[in-house]
């Protein structure tokens, strides 16, 4: 099984930057991706970025440009570069990784989440 912990969040202004960080333990055969997702109140979870094995990534149309995703597969880690953050992008932020290995299947594990408070 993998374990997922994010670090990183915080409140910052408009226009300012953060950092997350998510750092994966346990035991597993593969991984095909780690990203990220966020989850608004009252809204649904979106996929904000995300980052397979051979390095593609993907992200939502609402953060090209300003949020960027990086993977470390040595130290199974990845991180969401936010720059240029706005209100709308408030939302408790959680790590996630597709993997499979002995006794499971390909399937997702998610991180507890981080809160990222952008104030105007």
């Known amino acids: 099984q993998v374990q997922l912990v994010e670090s990183g969040g915080g409140r910052v202004q408009t226009g300012g930057s953060l950092r997350l960080s998510c750092e994966a333990s346990g035991s597993w055969h593969g991984m095909n991706s780690m990203g990220w997702y966020r989850q608004a109140p009252g809204k649904a979870r979106e996929l904000v970025a995300a980052?397979?094995?051979?390095?593609?990534?993907t992200s939502g149309n609402s953060v090209k440009g300003r949020f960027s995703i990086s993977r470390d597969d040595a130290e199974n880690t990845v991180d969401l570069q936010l720059d240029n953050l706005k209100p709308e992008d408030t939302a408790v932020y959680y790590c996630?990784?597709?993997?499979?290995?002995?006794?499971?299947?390909?399937?997702?594990?998610w991180g507890r989440g981080t809160q990222v408070t952008v104030s105007s």
């Open positions: 996630n990784a597709r993997a499979y290995g002995y006794g499971f299947n390909t399937r997702d594990f």
């Open positions: 980052i397979s094995n051979t390095g593609t990534t």
